[in-house]
């Protein structure tokens, strides 16, 4: 098991209150997926509160708010409780004109028009659109019910909202997809810690307090973010660049760390290919030509190189700020370039990482829901994997699907009619989707769509029907967390009303299609996963050998674990091998290239994305619990005053921000934590207030992720 | 009087990113009622959001009991400073008033004051209390007397001022503070 030599986990007892049973299991919000115990009333059987998981390594019973209010999602008064039935079109978008209905209805419903829109249109025209906010088990059987149940090619999910740009980065760099190559323990062990994009302290609350500690032992912290965030605060350094320009500011870090001797020779030699070509790309990305791409003092770049070529470990870490963008994945490349390049990988202490925006970011990348993918990672345009999976499925490589087109284009799809037909499942893209204007209109023009969640979301109101799934805690399953690591999460009380779980929705539509013979056999989820285990197996994400049971021996199995033996791999590459056919590593060489958009006279202003501490993704969860609403009941924007001062506004006046996609209305928080050409705005709400409504949805060719996180805006003060 | 807690509560201020984790944490403490006892507060708002908790400090000699007319506000042999007692309390506010950081507060429908207790029902077992418990950022820690001298020595300022403590803040305090600046006196590895 892995040692903590900063943290060690602390006897501590848990605390049961009278009458109660306590259930441990892991928060339902963010990839860290925070140890958790949820107070269970033996007599009523229901989950009334929450204990501090205090044995659970990674996280040791420290929550964000987030994590301490989830089980108040469970009980809600708000929760789905009887499939919804929708006679009368009209009055899509809205979340009137619903009836409720007994199950038997709502599925002959779907059967009879999925069945339909297939004889008239093709088995194409329909489709599944996906979340990984769900179990591993969940995340593979849907895209198992996408090719073979519904047999359509058209499913994808919304981590090319998320996670996808990671995912295609470190698969050209690494020949793997693992988001973390070292568990979160070694982090306060590392002597530099390297923090592109990540506003970690709200999006990953508990890693902080790990992070805090590399200080404290006299590390360095460096941070790249537009925004002055809580740990930029405290930065050794801070690069505050200006959004969309990261790509310039890794060349120029690697720049100097290639100028100055930082670079490995032998490591780069032995291990990599590409250094050549990458060294000619960055030769220009002088610390003054960077500093004039990406607004920072050349001395910071030189200092940042400077700390995190020195450091004997060092740790490069990142998250969505620098993944969506329209050049996601090469921003990805460029960070991982620097570990490769100092050759800080491949050992304890040193390494890559990706914070997981989503839950199962990680896990629900690696089962077959995207659209060119199939379990353990396979290629669909690989004969070998296609029939590596058709021998675990039972069926013909001629019957498998071809490959589908990435989330947003579906909406594009549905625009012309050639998708008709949607099951959403686990996901809100009426709110998390750029550009919504066009994704809304999208929704609208559907034939037919189902909708399966827990609450009655933004998308959901577009839905003929609604069915009702259970929330985390009435299931059990796996999920795996940022690091890497395969856990298991258990079930605390029965599902509310006559929710059922996402899988057992989808195994009785698959019957009714006459698919029922691939799927009757799967009839819980530990049942579900063994076939994971078996469809992964040699795969690239080979979870074959971590069975349940050795989850819950070892807390946690970190992936690729391939035998029963194998006790899994908490830290990736120790051997020095990567997992291309040559065993070596790609240091990439990438041409910059500024935002899909950039500021011009009408829309003068950079617009940014991101999370607020109190809420997750859409909202479709947070935004219903008391506590979190209350502190954070609004979206806002962010304008430096300097910037206010120019415009005329006011701390809390109104403002009316546009792009060429849309505008919408937010109250102004004036701080100077936000550069002066730049304005920022949290996604987490629906409607109206929804900053996707201005979002750009150029999108990276290779990852297929939007550009969330730069557009050129334009302010107008209001009232 | 020594008082017999194996552990102290500390605050590490620097470390805050105002999550406000330790406000819901207290909601879910036993007897809390839902309501959270302790605060947080934005230091400067317009500037870079740096936040602090604001935790009852459980006051050696604390200005809430020695303002109360009845003794209503007990002193724990823990050393923690307990919420009222329900039937002694008159709701005169006297306490909310005495004290000097503003944790007593007053419930307007029972006619009673409540505050923190430092979960006592945890704390007398050395169990942290539910902030301590959650605090992503390591600003509240339940730590050891031994934990606290070993930071004591860590942290010696030039002016050896480190903790809140006497004559600072209202007198000595249970709680111990970690003024800003934790990081001024760490030598860099390199
Ligand atoms: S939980 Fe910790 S970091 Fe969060 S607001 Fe409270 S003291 Fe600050
Ligand atoms: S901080 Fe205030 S409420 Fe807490 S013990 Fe001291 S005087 Fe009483
Ligand atoms: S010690 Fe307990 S009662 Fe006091 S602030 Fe912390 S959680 Fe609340």
């Known amino acids: 098991m892995l040692k903590d030599n900063v943290f060690p986990v602390k006897d501590i007892p848990n605390v049961v209150h009278p009458n109660e049973t306590l259930v441990a299991t892991h928060c339902c919000y963010c990839g860290m997926q925070c140890g958790m115990n949820l107070r269970v009333n033996t007599k009523s059987n229901r989950i009334v509160g929450v204990e501090p998981r205090y044995d659970w390594p990674v996280t040791l019973g420290k929550m964000c708010p987030k994590g301490v209010t989830a089980y108040q999602t469970v009980n809600h008064p708000e929760r789905l409780t009887t499939p919804l039935i929708r006679d009368d079109a009209s009055k899509k978008g809205t979340p009137d004109g619903f009836r409720e209905a007994t199950w038997e209805e709502a599925l002959d419903r779907i059967v009879s028009r999925f069945k339909e829109l297939q004889a008239n249109y093709g088995k194409d025209s329909l489709s599944v659109f996906s979340g990984v906010s769900m179990t591993n088990e969940k995340c593979y059987l849907t895209g198992k019910f996408a090719r073979v149940g519904l047999q359509t090619r058209y499913i994808d999910y919304n981590g090319r909202f998320c996670m996808s740009s990671a995912a295609a980065g470190f698969m050209r760099s690494f020949g793997v997809d693992r988001g973390s190559t070292v568990p979160w323990t070694d982090i306060p062990e590392t002597d530099c810690l390297f923090v592109a994009g990540s506003n970690a302290a709200e999006c990953h609350p508990t890693s902080m307090f790990r992070i805090w500690a590399v200080q404290e032992r006299g590390g360095y912290l460096i941070v790249a973010d537009p925004r002055e965030t809580p740990i930029a605060r405290r930065a050794d350094v801070h690069l505050d660049l200006r959004p969309g320009t990261d790509l310039a500011l890794a060349n120029g870090i690697l720049h100097q760390l290639i100028e100055r001797g930082f670079a490995d020779e032998s490591f780069v030699a032995a291990h990599t290919n590409g250094f050549e070509e990458t060294k000619a790309i960055v030769s220009a990305f002088t610390p003054e030509y960077t500093s004039e791409i990406t607004g920072v003092a050349p001395d910071k770049i030189v200092r940042a190189a400077e700390l995190y070529g020195k450091a004997p470990n060092a740790i490069v870490m990142f998250a969505r700020g620098i993944e969506q963008q329209h050049k996601g994945a090469d921003n990805v490349s460029a960070y991982t370039n620097l570990a490769l390049v100092t050759g800080k990988i491949g050992r304890p202490k040193s390494g890559v990482a990706t914070f997981t925006g989503q839950g199962n970011g990680q896990g629900g990348r690696e089962h077959g829901q995207k659209a060119d993918q199939l379990p353990g990672y396979r290629k669909l345009t690989e004969p070998k994997h296609v029939q590596a999976i058709c021998d675990v499925w039972g069926i013909a490589p001629e019957e498998m699907p071809k490959p589908g087109v990435s989330a947003y284009e579906m909406f594009g799809l549905m625009t012309d009619k050639t998708i008709r037909g949607l099951y959403l499942v686990c996901s809100n893209p009426a709110v998390s989707a750029p550009n919504q204007n066009f994704v809304r209109a999208a929704l609208r023009e559907l034939d037919f769509m189902v909708c399966s969640d827990f609450f009655l979301s933004e998308s959901a109101e577009y839905a003929d029907v609604v069915l009702p799934a259970t929330s985390w805690s009435e299931d059990e399953g796996t999920v795996t967390n940022l690091e890497g690591r395969i856990i298991k999460i258990n079930k605390a009380q029965e599902p509310v009303g006559e929710s059922k779980p996402d899988w057992a929705i989808q195994i009785a539509i698959a019957e009714r299609m006459g698919r029922g013979r691939y799927f009757s056999h799967l009839t819980d989820p530990k049942a579900i996963y063994d076939e994971l285990r078996l469809a992964s197996k040699g795969g690239y994400a080979d979870y074959y050998g971590a069975t349940w049971e050795k989850i819950e021996r070892q807390q946690g199995v970190f992936w690729p674990c391939k035998s029963e033996e194998d006790e899994g791999t908490p830290r990736m590459f120790l051997d020095r091998k990567f997992f291309h056919a040559d065993g070596k590593a790609n240091i990439c060489a990438l041409p910059y290239r500024p935002a899909a958009e950039e500021p011009d006279a009408e829309y003068p202003l950079r617009l940014t994305t991101g999370r607020v501490v109190y809420h997750y993704l859409s909202g479709n969860q947070t935004r219903r619990v008391p506590f979190l609403r209350d502190m954070c009941p609004e979206p806002f924007v962010e304008v430096h005053p300097a910037l206010a001062a120019q415009y005329g506004i006011a701390h809390e006046d109104r403002v009316r921000l546009y792009t060429r996609r849309g505008e919408a209305v937010f109250a102004v928080k004036i701080t100077e934590a936000i550069r002066q050409d730049t304005v920022f705005v949290p996604y987490h709400f629906g409607k109206e207030q929804s900053i996707n409504l201005l979002t750009n949805d150029a999108l990276d060719p290779m990852s297929r992720m939007p550009e969330f996180k730069a557009c050129a805006a334009q302010m107008v003060k209001i009232g | ?190």
């Open chain 2, 1 to 190: 009087m020594e008082n017999t807690a194996k552990s102290v509560l500390y605050i590490e201020l620097d470390n805050c990113i105002g999550c406000r984790s330790c406000l819901a944490a207290c909601t879910q403490c036993g007897g809390h009622e839902e309501r959270n006892r302790n605060y947080v507060y934005d230091v400067n708002p317009l500037v870079n959001r740096q936040t602090m908790p604001i935790m009852c400090l459980h006051c050696v000699n604390p200005a809430c009991a020695r303002s109360c007319p009845v003794q209503a506000i007990q002193v724990h042999e823990t050393g923690a400073v307990l919420s009222a007692m329900v039937e002694k309390c008159l709701g005169c506010q006297n306490c909310t008033i005495a004290c000097p950081y503003g944790i007593p507060k007053f419930d307007e429908e029972q006619k009673l004051m409540y505050k923190c207790d430092l979960c006592i029902d945890r704390t007398k077992d050395d169990i942290p209390p539910m902030c301590a418990s959650v605090c992503p950022t390591n600003t509240l820690q339940w730590i050891s007397k031994e934990e606290l001298a070993a930071k004591k020595k860590k942290h010696t300022l030039d002016n050896e001022n480190w903790v809140a403590s006497a004559p600072y803040l209202e007198n000595e305090t249970n709680v111990r503070i970690n003024l800003p600046g934790i990081l001024q006196g760490t030598a860099k590895l390199f």
